[in-house]
């Protein structure tokens, strides 16, 4: 029983674009959300979280939005840049246990 | 270097063999966390420390895999009579508290 669900495997976006990565739980239980970047070969590399008292947190071009009623989150970047391209993985929280991750997007950002 | 530092970043070994890979958290973090990821997928869980005590395991953990965190500083993961659906990347996280968690390179397993 998959917990968060990134139901989307690939996404293509041209530089400059908007991307939109999806990501989607099912716990009520989790109060706060991460997204990671992970280049292939390395270990996933936090981007940015927010709590579920919040429904928007930005940090330069990556901002994430939380819909608690959808049980949804999103990342949108912008203006998506070539170096963007890796694989996203949205994680969920709650307190006293680890993070659970989705299965990723992966971001193809073309120039 | 202050991030979290895994050893080695790749091993190879044959079926049935034990391995043992090392962890070393931020230093003020207190949580260290055990994740396994293969392709296709996203990091899965095996198990976490608060300090030295091991607080969860997932039921990905067989009794084949042991974990410890002496003193509340490094871990280590041993895998005993390894097999090859063992092969993936073992990554090690850490956090202070509830907040984000900060992972290694991950160590690269092949069993062969």
């Known amino acids: 029983d998959q917990q968060v669900k990134q139901n989307s495997p690939s996404l293509s976006v041209q530089e400059g674009r908007i991307s939109i990565l999806n990501c989607d739980y099912t716990?009520?239980?989790?109060?706060?959300f991460l997204w990671y970047k992970k280049y292939p070969a390395e270990g996933p590399t936090f981007l940015i979280s927010i709590s579920s008292i919040k429904d928007k947190n930005e940090d330069g071009r990556f901002t994430v939005f939380l819909n608690k009623s959808a049980k949804h989150l999103s990342l949108h970047i912008v203006p998506s840049q070539p170096g963007d391209s890796a694989v996203y993985f949205c994680?969920?929280?709650?307190?006293?246990?680890?993070?659970?991750f989705g299965k990723g997007t992966t971001l193809s950002v073309s120039s | 270097d202050t991030g979290v530092s895994q050893n080695p970043r790749h091993k190879i070994t044959k079926r049935g063999q034990n391995v043992t890979f090392r962890c070393d958290p931020i230093?003020?973090?207190?949580?260290l966390y055990w994740y396994r990821q293969t392709l296709g997928q996203g990091p899965e869980f095996l198990t976490y420390?608060?300090?030295?005590?091991?607080?969860?395991k997932s039921r990905l953990l067989s009794d084949r895999f042991s974990a410890e965190r002496p003193k509340g500083s490094f871990s280590t993961l041993e895998i005993q009579r390894t097999e090859q659906g063992d092969s993936a990347m073992y990554l090690c996280a850490s956090s202070l508290g509830e907040f984000e968690a900060f992972f290694g390179q991950g160590t690269r397993l092949t069993v062969v």
């Open positions: 994680a969920a929280g709650a307190a006293g246990t680890a993070l659970i």
């Open positions: 230093s003020e973090h207190n949580r």
């Open positions: 716990n009520s239980m989790f109060d706060y």
């Open positions: 420390f608060q300090n030295e005590a091991q607080l969860e």
